[in-house]
């Protein structure tokens, strides 16, 4: 691999070895949006990249995919797609001298790549904490990920917590942010709206855990004459949960969920803050974009990611992780000293630089050259 600096351009490099990239399912969040990043900087320098995938994607055509000929997985769910594509892996690179980055699924990567004598490395999107009481959970996965080559996380301190909790090592390569051109968007409800806006984007899921974001609202709406709408982008399978509770707590004047829209940080500058609810993270992207748009954010103190990109709570608001009262208490919080924490979004930006998307998807380059 050479770069050249004077012309700028990018010279393949021809390797026997097939690099893979492995995510059975990919959906609309945080760990996508890393993979295609990646995709599209690994397309500069190898021709023989492969993705392997059982969803619907438009790749650049050095992109090679591979995923099942029938659509009959594409609703399935993770668990049946990751067994499908480990045997598509199987099938198609069985006599092959391949290297697999995994970014999902990695128990069925790791034990297929060991039986093929392959390369595997993979990248952890949460941290351990989800399954550290349960000694069986433990021990498997501190087996397993023994035996890859590399693991890969995106923040200090879930590297901390995988060496204190399993005793791994691993690499951290934050997740690569760019600066996107703002376009302008809007929201008919929001148009001469005066009072507070609040934005959350994520997946509704229990992991997300908007649940207690509204019960927060909750509280608002009973104990104060705060005016607010709160806005919530992403698609899952608790939004019938989160409707049903909209609708019986008498939130439908207040709060409203959008779906999932493409490009869905656009939508950060139209709001006055950000709200993460998460129970669990690796290094939230959308904490990262709302910084990228000046927006204060209050987020919940869960592993992993928020403390470090909030730099303990000196950017932004931390509030104890599933607490609604607590939350309902920094909102408050919020609200009286809006200006000072407008102060610390503007602040915040100024450190984004770690984040830089080509200072890290290069770390990922380092590390395929020592096993290609």
Partial sequence: MILLKKSMRYHKKKVNKKIVLFIPSIESGGVEKNLFFLINYLKKFY???????????GLNKNIKLIKPKSNFWFNKNRLLKSIICTIILFRYFKRKNTLIIS??????????????????????NTAPDKYIDNFFKLFLYK????????????????????????????????????????????????KNYNGLKIINIGRLTDQKDQLTLLKSTTLILKKSSIDFKLVIIGKGKNQTILNRYINENNLTKNVYLLGYKKNAFSYLSLFDLFILSSKYEGLPNTLLEAQMSKIPIISSDCPTGPKEILLGGKLGILFKTGDHIDLYKKLLLFIKNKKKYKQKATLAKKYLNRFDYKKNLKRYLKIINKYI
């Fill in 103 to 124: 970014f999902q699924s990695n128990v069925f990567s790791i034990i297929l790549s060991k039986i093929m004598s392959w390369s595997v490395v993979i990248r952890l």
């Fill in 143 to 190: 087996t397993l990920y023994n035996l890859s080559d590399q693991i890969i996380v995106n923040s200090l301190e879930f590297k901390k917590k995988l060496s204190n909790s399993l005793n791994l090592n691993s690499t951290v390569i934050f997740n690569p942010i760019v600066k996107y051109k703002k376009k302008k968007l809007k929201i008919k409800f929001l």
């Fill in 47 to 57: 021709s023989n990249i492969y993705l392997v995938t059982s969803s619907k994607v």
